[in-house]
Antibody, heavy 117, light 109 residues
Framework: EEQLVESGGNMIRPGGSLRLSCEAS????????MSWVRQVPGKGLEWVSA????????AYAASVKGRFTISRDNAKNSLYLQMNSLSAEDTAFYHC??????????WGQGTMVTVSS | QSVLTQPPSVSAAPGQKVTISCSGS????????VSWYVQVPRTAPKLLIY???KRPSGIPDRFSGSKSGPSATLGITGLQTGDEADYFC???????????FGTGTKVTV
C-alpha cells in the first residue's frame, strides 16, 4: 500500500522554527516529485512547496518563500520541510502529497503545527 | 486567498446529480490541467479527477470532470449519502509559479 506518514508537528512560539518529516512507503519514492500542502482546520487547502524527484528544482508559495525550505533524502524515503520565522498564520495541518504541478495522488494524514504565544 | 472560485455549497437528493464549478483564469485552468479532490472532515484529501477528466483507479464513473477555457466542472451522478464531503479543484498557475486550490464546495445529500 502506498503510504505517507508525517511527523514533527508541535506547538511553537511565534518566531520559532520547526522541521516536519514525511516518510514514504509502498512505492519508489525516488521516482516522484513531492509537495507539502497545508490546511487550517475547517478551511481550504493551501499548497506550500514542492520538490522534484532528485531535489534539483523546488517551488514555494509566496506566503512561505524565504522562510520555509523543502528537501528530501531518497535513501531514507523521506521528505522534509524546515520552517523558520513562524507566525500564527502558519498554524495548520501540514500534509505531504505525491506530485508537483499537475495533481496529487497520494496524501498523508497530516501533522498539526500550532504557532501561539 | 484562493485563486480558483467554487460555490460554497451544493445539495441534492439521493440519486440526483450535482455539478460543481471551478472558475479560474488563463494563467491557471486556461493553460494547465485541472484536478479534483474530495475530503471528508478530519481525513486526508483524496484524488478524484486528474488531467481534467481522468479518474484514478477505484473512482466510480459517477464522477466526471470537464474543462472549458478558464473554468472546470465536476459532476456527480447517482448521489449517495457517502458523497457528503468537501470538494476542491486545483491547477498550476503559471503567473504565480505555484499550485492553486479552489475555495472548496460542501456537498450535502
Amino acid at each position: 500500500e502506498e503510504q505517507l506518514v508525517e511527523s514533527g508537528g508541535n506547538m511553537i512560539r511565534p518566531g520559532g522554527s520547526l522541521r516536519l518529516s514525511c516518510e514514504a512507503s509502498g512505492f519508489s519514492f525516488n521516482n516522484y516529485a513531492m509537495s507539502w500542502v497545508r490546511q487550517v482546520p475547517g478551511k481550504g487547502l493551501e499548497w506550500v512547496s514542492a520538490i522534484t524527484w532528485n531535489g534539483g528544482n523546488t517551488a514555494y508559495a509566496a506566503s512561505v518563500k524565504g522562510r520555509f525550505t523543502i528537501s528530501r533524502d531518497n535513501a531514507k524515503n523521506s521528505l522534509y520541510l524546515q520552517m523558520n520565522s513562524l507566525s500564527a498564520e502558519d498554524t495548520a495541518f501540514y500534509h505531504c502529497a505525491r506530485g508537483f504541478d499537475s495533481f496529487f495522488d497520494v496524501w498523508g494524514q497530516g501533522t498539526m503545527v500550532t504557532v501561539s504565544s | 486567498q484562493s485563486v480558483l472560485t467554487q460555490p460554497p455549497s451544493v445539495s441534492a437528493a439521493p440519486g440526483q446529480k450535482v455539478t460543481i464549478s471551478c472558475s479560474g483564469s488563463s494563467s491557471n485552468i486556461g493553460s494547465n490541467y485541472v484536478s479534483w479532490y474530495v475530503q471528508v472532515p478530519r481525513t486526508a484529501p483524496k484524488l478524484l479527477i486528474y488531467d481534467n477528466d481522468k479518474r484514478p483507479s477505484g473512482i466510480p464513473d459517477r464522477f466526471s470532470g470537464s474543462k472549458s477555457g478558464p473554468s472546470a466542472t465536476l459532476g456527480i451522478t447517482g448521489l449517495q449519502t457517502g458523497d457528503e464531503a468537501d470538494y476542491f479543484c486545483g491547477a498550476w498557475d503559471d503567473s504565480l509559479s505555484a499550485y492553486v486550490f479552489g475555495t472548496g464546495t460542501k456537498v450535502t445529500v
